[in-house]
């Protein structure tokens, strides 16, 4: 099992940057593929990226793509979205996933999650 814990979130304005980081438990986090969901009030979630095990595969959310960026660092047991050029829809609470093995741009395919991380973008 892996343990997920968000941080990062805040309160910018739009045109900012933010960058998250979801900090895991346990000593196999090389062997997780990792990704970001989002939710904002009144909305479906949404899945907004994917890293690989290795970090070298990635995917956006058409939504996302070009403004934030999705990484990893193995050995500090940590994956990062770098949020640039926010807008006042990137406003909601955003969360973190783990699944065993292979990546899968699947929601549903994840199966241990974060408490989420809230993040407002002002107009």
């Known amino acids: 099992q892996v343990q997920l814990v968000e941080s990062g979130g805040g309160l910018v304005q739009a045109g900012g940057s933010l960058r998250l980081s979801c900090a895991a438990s346990g000593r196999t986090f090389s062997s997780y593929a990792m990704g970001w969901s989002r939710q904002a009030p009144g909305k479906e979630r949404e899945f907004v990226a994917v890293?690989?095990?290795?970090?070298?595969?990635?995917y956006y959310a058409d939504s996302v793509k070009g403004r934030f960026t999705i990484s990893r660092d193995n050995a500090k047991n940590t994956v990062y979205l770098q949020m640039n050029s926010l807008k006042p829809e990137d406003t909601a609470v955003y969360y973190c996933a783990a699944k065993a093995g292979v990546y899968s741009v699947l929601e549903n395919a994840y199966d241990y999650w974060g408490l989420g991380t809230q993040v407002t973008v002002s107009s």
């Open positions: 890293i690989s095990r290795s970090g070298v595969i990635t």
